[in-house]
């Protein structure tokens, strides 16, 4: 019999304004990642948009407001601190107003062009370059 991976599942954001990509800085490891988090208990039949509202908010601040796309961008990742499998999906999205305000989860935020975040440490073992070379050819179309 085979075995099945099992994954935890992140709702990530790939927002864009003035055509540059939002990254964060996680605080603990210092990778560079999107905004988003994971689906809690009690969130399991909620609409993806508002589970994702609600990482927005508890990372950005309640003021910074996005405007969710429909493209969508899936990649798989191990995470570092613990070796847990994470299946990422990521939804475009427009800025919509507000200044970011970044929680004790990030250190710091770059809005990004198309190729300056090569330059910053993606997370290893995780797809990240895959999968933003991916968001940027989406955005594009």
Avoid: C, N
């Avoid at 099992?6 to 954001?13: C, G, H, N, R």
């Avoid at 009690?42 to 950005?60: P, Q, S, T, Y």
Wanted: proline share 4%; net charge negative; no cysteine.
């Amino acid at each position: 019999m085979r075995t099945i991976q099992t994954f935890e599942v992140s709702l990530k954001a790939a927002i864009f304004r003035d055509g540059r990509l939002l990254l964060l800085q996680e605080a603990d490891t210092g990778y560079w990642e999107l905004p988003g988090g994971r689906i809690d208990v009690g969130e399991e039949w909620l609409a993806h948009d508002a589970v994702l509202a609600r990482e927005i908010g508890e990372e950005l601040g309640p003021a910074f407001r996005v405007h969710l796309r429909s493209e969508i961008v899936t990649w798989a990742r191990q995470r570092p601190t613990d070796g847990v499998f994470q299946f990422l999906a990521v939804r475009l999205a427009d800025f919509a107003g507000g200044e970011p305000r970044l929680s004790a989860e990030h250190q710091a935020l770059r809005w990004t062009e198309p190729d300056d975040w090569a330059a910053l440490t993606l997370p290893e073992r995780s797809g990240y370059a895959d999968g933003l070379h991916r968001i940027w050819a989406a955005h594009k179309h």
